[in-house]
């Protein structure tokens, strides 16, 4: 399963390179580095349109689908955190392409978000929350478990709303925590209180996707 990283370019023009008659669908042969018609294919051979984004590299490792992609903000500032059903985690080095770090959690992963320094990664009746800032490579260490509410399943989204961590599960519920510290920093001894389920909050089939904005909880069901 491959993941394309793209550079921003400094130019914020927009303009297609696509050939006239092109199909806009990239080449499967192109992206496996194979296409032998070169500029004779009817197909695109890019990962980005106009002058925006550049094409850096391919990523390869997940052997499933990718589940999430987070960026966060740590000291070094330079990881790109990957997840998959194959149940992996995949750390990246962003100026080289390559990976830093690989951790097996055994059980596909459903989802991976971050807020700041922070990452959640959302698994089978769990999340698994890893500061970054304190450690880059090592693996969380903090798991919130979702036994408590009764099988919920696969975590398939979730969402940080101040200081309040919604999660979707595949059982129709959206599980709520507040998160709390006892230290002078806002990353020591990080707890996540549960705050229960809406009865609005429960519904019959997965909820996969979860959204905020205008002072509104929005899902996908």
Not at 4 to 13: G, N, P, V
Not at 178 to 200: E, H, K, Y
Not at 207 to 212: A, F, H, K, N
Request: charged share 15%.
């Amino acid at each position: 399963m491959g993941i394309t990283y793209l550079r921003r370019r400094a130019s914020e023009s927009v303009s297609g390179n696509v050939k006239s008659g092109s199909m806009e669908k990239v080449c499967k042969f192109w992206a496996e580095g194979r296409c032998v018609r070169g500029g004779r294919c009817r197909f695109v051979h890019s990962w980005s349109r106009g002058d925006l984004y550049s094409y850096l590299a391919n990523l390869h490792g997940h052997t499933k689908a990718v589940t999430g992609i987070a960026l966060p903000h740590s000291n070094s500032g330079d990881k790109l955190y990957t997840t998959s059903y194959d149940g992996k985690l995949y750390i990246w080095d962003c100026h080289t392409a390559k990976t830093t770090a690989v951790i097996n959690f055994g059980v596909p992963i459903g989802c991976l978000i971050n807020e700041g320094p922070w990452l959640f990664i959302g698994l089978p009746n769990e999340i698994k929350v890893w500061n970054t800032q304190n450690n880059a490579t090592t693996g969380p260490e903090i798991t919130i478990t979702l036994d408590g509410e009764g099988p919920v399943g696969q975590v398939n989204c979730m969402t940080v709303v101040n200081g309040t961590l919604f999660a979707g599960t595949q059982s129709g519920q959206i599980l709520a925590w507040q998160a709390s510290s006892d230290g002078a920093s806002p990353t020591a001894n990080l707890t996540f209180i549960p705050l229960g389920v809406p009865s609005s909050m429960k519904h019959g089939g997965p909820v996969v996707c979860l959204c905020y904005g205008g002072n509104r909880l929005f899902q996908l069901l």
